[in-house]
């Protein structure tokens, strides 16, 4: 008996451990443009009116956006030059409450039955377990970017991309350069894309 009970203990922690491994979670992706082929040229990049001085988290986003617009036939200007666009770059990261994060400990009893020394028994029906511990909850941080490409001569916002995903808090995936860099892949893929249509980048 003592043998199967722990036998069933390692075999709960063992499941508890694969239900709490993090999964990398798809980027939800929108493009809009005008439609027209896009003429590139050079780029730089600007944070969204409002947002402020740019700081380092800023400036993780906004070099994820640029390395991506260089693959897709923008160029950086010459020194002392204006870029002919501008990416203007907006991010926000907010946590919400997901899951129980279990402890990876449950006692199941239940299911089997005791013989007693005379021949007689005592049947336990059916099963209940129980997680060991206090039960704690994950923190899901959800992170949403906005490019808007603008010609610098007139305003005029060329393309724009909007693009959300999500991550357990303690993951690495979760942290800023591969969050932007992640978000920004996503956002360049198939550049322009097709305009108002949303799709899942995995």
């Not at 400036?59 to 501008?86: C, D, H, M, W």
Request: net charge positive; with cysteine.
């Amino acid at each position: 008996m003592k043998r199967s009970l722990a036998l069933a203990l390692a075999a709960t922690t063992a499941l508890g451990a694969c239900a709490t491994t993090p999964r990398v979670a798809p980027v939800e992706v929108a493009r809009f443009h005008l439609g027209a082929p896009l003429e590139t040229g050079t780029l730089t990049t600007e944070p969204m009116p409002g947002a402020g001085a740019p700081g380092l988290e800023f400036r993780s986003y906004a070099a994820a956006v640029e390395t991506e617009a260089l693959k897709n036939g923008f160029t950086i200007p010459a020194s002392g030059t204006t870029a002919q666009y501008v990416a203007v770059v907006g991010f926000s990261r907010t946590a919400r409450q997901g899951p129980p994060r279990s402890s990876g400990l449950t006692i199941g009893l239940g299911g089997g039955g005791f013989s007693g020394g005379n021949g007689g028994g005592v049947g336990l029906g059916g099963g209940v377990s129980f997680p060991v511990g206090k039960q704690r909850y994950r923190e899901i941080v959800v992170t949403q970017e906005t490019v808007q490409i603008r010609r610098r001569r007139d305003g005029t916002v060329i393309w724009e991309g909007r693009a959300e995903t999500s991550a357990d808090s303690a993951a690495p995936d979760a942290q800023t350069d591969p969050t932007a860099a992640k978000l920004a892949r996503a956002l360049f893929q198939g550049f322009p894309g097709e305009s108002g249509r949303t799709i899942t980048v995995k």
